[in-house]
């Protein structure tokens, strides 16, 4: 490609909302191979965060990976050829196999990776290696959201409703997300509700988002962190104490109501005030604005989902929007938003350990059977289900665990939780395989690291925050010595003597997926790259001959009676902060995404965030003799991190915020707990109790 290629139209390589933008090849042998424009689009409407603006500066960047490395007798990563870098994984993954079982292969994916490759992936692991022990990322992400919404709904799709509506609501409940700083684009979608004084923000913090219901916006609640599904419980209450619930459409199209009236007779205004710290009077106002809003959506976050009752939490956010009467109604809604960038399609297409391609379960002997068709093997040699991602990765490297893992588009040396202890277990490990673009934590633990493409080196596809699939184009070529993961995948499937095909171009990756999907929950059959290249707006389900569903539920919801459930859920006692401890939130910063492997490597990103820095109520500064830019150590008993303070009178005295996109000594999954959802298996991110001290290493 030169720079008289013409112009490329894709998407940004970061989070779900996957804004719109024009690549333009440029010339010359210094700097990015491409310029970035924003381009008209619903989601974004031409605007792009300074993360978007920025994205291809790591197309051109020195830290690439052009060849694979692997682990000599020295204990260094040194440069090899590609057959040297297979053959060693081939050959050690038979090992491992014949002395452990196929089940001591473990496969770690990641929600950034394009529909075509999680999907292969998940084939891969199941019928080249095996396996069942597969898992994504997307479980730390999305996993209590889905679970909420499959159960409450039938079926989970982040946003069932195109994003564009929210601009005509005129009320927003948003719950534990700052897409201030997230996906700034999507605050201009916020802007209908505050102008007509409807934006509503819980957040422990005075974010940029919750700034955005001051001079009239709304409301911003400011609960005690760990108790979002108190708050919810006892908004649930008034709306139904007070009558303002929507009597016809319950009757229509819910069941349920009497346990769930039963399940929040007990939380009052007075004691949900008291618990959460929320005045009574906020809570009525909330109440009221919802329920007298002509079209009113409620919105929810990982900051009320990563937390060990977080499928409850998000179903109370839901059975509130179902007493409200909002989900399947045109106009209103319930929806939760995706957070990576392939978070939606990473999950439907087989990544999840208990799911077959087109959200299918997989121990259902149907889905078991299509799909064992569309990939010419046995049903029968098909795994079951594996273990979800926080398991599989703290019993890596032990006898119940996996020997061997692949890892594919994920940092979990600085993302996962109880971090210090995940590390200790990919050290464990007989084998680590790391396929990335830089060498990234996790890469640099690896046994073997395979050097693959870029979002625009590669054709393929992503289904973004409101399930509408997305095209993504090559712009520019690869490193020379790059190679894209379905190769990988058809090279090791052949060295394993895998059965079943391994296509290398995606369109043809592409197609068998739809096939695989047909008749299921995500049922992508009536799409194709051809057609996605005409610009049709395609939300899923999309079966063949249909044009879509932009709006779920409008008719029916998903389970067989086609009504939505109302679930009692009960709040239970999280751990309170005492004395001199804090309750600890995490979260991510307007300049870097996830785990930071990427961000941190562009300048101008990594010049406005060098480092960690703990925010925390100047108050609470001086109870400690601390002041601002002062380092301290922030600990618990998982572990510790150093960082600089930063005061601010945004956040609660009984609280600090730290972010999580950095790496060593400063992950903020140092303090994380390996505690998880007995539903979703989601982990424990956004609560802990610390302390924060001065760092013993700093003179004073």
Not at 304 to 325: F, K, P, S, W, Y
Request: hydrophobic share 40%; glycine share 12%; charged share 20%.
């Amino acid at each position: 490609m030169s720079a008289n290629d013409p112009a490329v139209d894709t998407h940004c390589p970061y989070c779900a909302l996957q804004c719109a933008m024009t690549l333009s090849p440029v010339s010359g042998a210094d700097g990015p191979p491409v310029t970035v424009a924003g381009r008209d689009f619903p989601t974004n409407r031409g605007g792009l965060c300074r993360k978007g603006w920025t994205s291809a500066e790591l197309l051109g960047s020195s830290d690439r990976l052009t060849s694979p490395l692997i682990r000599g007798a020295d204990g260094e990563l040194h440069e090899a050829g590609w057959d040297e870098a297979l053959d060693l994984i081939a050959d050690r993954i038979d090992g491992v196999r014949s002395r452990h079982g196929a089940d001591a292969i473990g496969v770690f994916g990641g929600g950034g990776l394009t529909n075509e490759k999680a999907y292969q992936l998940g084939k891969f692991a199941r019928i080249a290696l095996g396996t069942s022990r597969i898992d994504y990322n997307g479980r730390f992400c999305m996993s209590s959201a889905a679970a909420a919404a499959n159960r409450s709904f039938g079926l989970d799709r982040g946003l069932p409703f195109p994003v564009s509506d929210l601009g005509e609501a005129d009320a927003v409940l948003l719950l534990g997300s700052n897409v201030g700083d997230t996906m700034p684009p999507f605050a201009s979608h916020l802007q209908g509700a505050r102008a007509r004084g409807g934006l509503i923000v819980v957040d422990p913090r005075r974010s940029s988002t919750a700034k955005m219901t001051g001079d009239g916006g709304g409301v911003h609640l400011q609960p005690a962190p760990g108790t979002d599904l108190v708050l919810l419980l006892g908004l649930c209450h008034i709306v139904l104490a007070e009558r303002l619930h929507d009597r016809e459409y319950l009757e229509a199209r819910t069941t349920g109501l009497d346990g769930l009236r039963r399940s929040v007779s007990s939380w009052w205004p007075q004691r949900t005030a008291e618990v959460t710290g929320v005045p009574v009077a906020a809570l009525r106002r909330v109440a009221h604005l919802l329920a007298e809003a002509g079209s009113a959506y409620i919105l929810t976050g990982r900051g009320v989902e990563q937390h060990a009752d977080g499928t409850d939490a998000a179903t109370a956010a839901i059975n509130l929007a179902l007493l409200l009467g909002l989900p399947g109604t045109e106009g209103s809604g319930y929806g939760t938003l995706t957070g990576q960038g392939n978070g939606q399609g990473g999950r439907e297409h087989g990544q999840k350990c208990d799911q077959l391609p087109g959200y299918r379960s997989i121990t259902d002997p149907d889905a078991r059977s299509h799909v064992a068709e569309v990939w010419g093997v046995d049903a029968a040699t098909i795994p079951g289900p594996g273990v979800p991602a926080a398991e599989l990765l703290r019993t890596a490297g032990t006898p119940e665990g996996v020997s061997a893992l692949l890892v594919h588009g994920s940092n979990v040396a600085v993302s996962a939780p109880d971090v210090s202890r995940v590390r200790e277990a990919l050290a464990r490990l007989d084998l680590l395989v790391v396929s990335d673009f830089f060498l990234s934590e996790t890469a640099a633990m690896a046994d073997v690291v395979l050097p693959v493409l870029q979002w625009a080196e590669e054709e393929g596809t992503m289904t973004n925050l409101d399930g509408r699939v997305l095209r993504r184009r090559r712009a520019t070529l690869p490193p020379a010595g790059a190679r894209s993961e379905l190769w990988i995948f058809r090279e090791l499937a052949a060295r394993l003597r895998a059965p079943g095909r391994w296509q290398l171009d995606p369109s043809d990756v592409f197609d068998e997926l739809a096939q695989a999907s047909e008749g299921g929950r995500a049922d992508y059959s009536g799409l194709s790259h051809r057609m996605l290249d005409t610009g049709v707006a395609a939300h899923w389900p999309f079966p063949a001959g249909s044009s879509g569903t932009p709006r779920m539920f409008l008719d029916r919801f998903a389970h067989p009676d086609g009504r939505a459930r109302l679930v009692p859920v009960r709040a239970i006692a999280h751990e309170q902060a005492t004395g001199r401890e804090l309750a600890l939130v995490t979260g991510r910063l307007m300049g870097h995404y996830q785990s930071g492997a990427q961000t941190r490597r562009v300048p101008e990103l990594a010049a406005e965030h060098p480092e960690l820095v703990a925010q925390i109520h100047p108050t609470t500064a001086r109870d400690r003799s601390l002041g601002d830019g002062d380092r301290v150590r922030v600990r618990n008993e998982q572990g510790s991190v150093i960082a600089i303070i930063g005061l601010s009178t945004d956040i609660r005295p009984d609280t600090v915020f730290l972010p999580f996109h950095f790496a060593g000594d400063a992950s903020a999954n140092l303090l994380t707990s390996a505690s998880t959802d007995p539903i979703s298996a989601m982990p424990e991110f956004k609560h802990a109790i610390v302390e924060v001290e001065p760092d013993p290493g700093v003179a004073r």
